[in-house]
Antibody, heavy 116, light 111 residues
Framework: EVQLEESGGGLVKRGGSLRLSCAAS????????MHWVRQVPGKGLEWVSF????????YYADSVKGRFTVSRDDARDSLYLQMNGLRVEDTAVYFC?????????WGQGSLVTVSS | VMTQTPLSLPVTSGEPASISCRSG????????????LDWYLQKPGQSPQLLIH???SRASGVPDRFSGSGSGTNFTLKISRVEAEDVGIYYC?????????FGQGTSLEIK
């Protein structure tokens, strides 16, 4: 069974930094691209970033480009999102999700709150 | 840009329901033959779950009352007979090209 568990969320001041982690299990992590998707509480879903298997391809939403960095550690079956220069509008639940031809599989999410 | 209609969908149990998703650009099939348009359901307090992938294929365990169709810029999710457990927010998502994008979400509630 695919399992994705996010961690690292919390309260941070505007301009601060935070690193999210996503621990994967139940599948061969090295074979899959991975995403970060976020959701402002009570609002819709916003795609944030993607990293391919082998880290060859990396993409970001314009809203986070230059501030967020996605990475993966295949030895640890883990995905990361380094978030710098955080803004109040970055407050959201951050989901990691596994890419696949047959759709995305999602974790439970980690709440990031940026205070002013 | 993905545009869903309606944004709110009150339905009587046992009745059908339909959600439309329109893409700002045509979602042509990729070189592998698949059209990367999915439907996800986010039940209250939960993370999104896959319902339909590649336009019309139901995910494992999804009841056959759910069906997806469409091509080009117009896609539809249909529920043949709505049940109480179908309450939540439905999102379409295009995975043809980056940045991936979601519809605004359609909130289905039981009348």
């Amino acid at each position: 069974e695919v399992q994705l568990e996010e961690s690292g969320g919390g309260l941070v001041k505007r301009g601060g930094s935070l690193r999210l982690s996503c621990a994967a299990s139940g599948f061969t992590f090295t074979s899959y691209g991975m995403h970060w998707v976020r959701q402002v509480p009570g609002k819709g879903l916003e795609w944030v970033s993607f990293i391919s298997s082998g880290s060859r391809y990396i993409y970001y939403a314009d809203s986070v480009k230059g501030r967020f960095t996605v990475s993966r550690d295949d030895a640890r079956d883990s995905l990361y999102l380094q978030m710098n220069g955080l803004r109040v509008e970055d407050t959201a639940v951050y989901f990691c999700a596994r890419e696949g031809i047959f759709g995305l599989r999602w974790g439970q999410g980690s709440l990031v709150t940026v205070s002013s | 840009v993905m545009t869903q209609t309606p944004l709110s969908l009150p339905v009587t149990s046992g009745e059908p329901a339909s959600i439309s998703c329109r893409s700002g650009q045509s979602l042509l099939p990729s070189d592998d033959g698949y059209t990367y348009l999915d439907w996800y359901l986010q039940k209250p307090g939960q993370s999104p779950q896959l319902l339909i992938h590649t336009v019309s294929s139901r995910a494992s365990g999804v009841p056959d009352r759910f069906s997806g169709s469409g091509s080009g810029t117009n896609f539809t999710l249909k529920i043949s007979r709505v049940e109480a457990e179908d309450v939540g927010i439905y999102y379409c998502m295009q995975r043809k090209e980056f940045p991936y994008s979601f519809g605004q979400g359609t909130s289905l509630e039981i009348k």
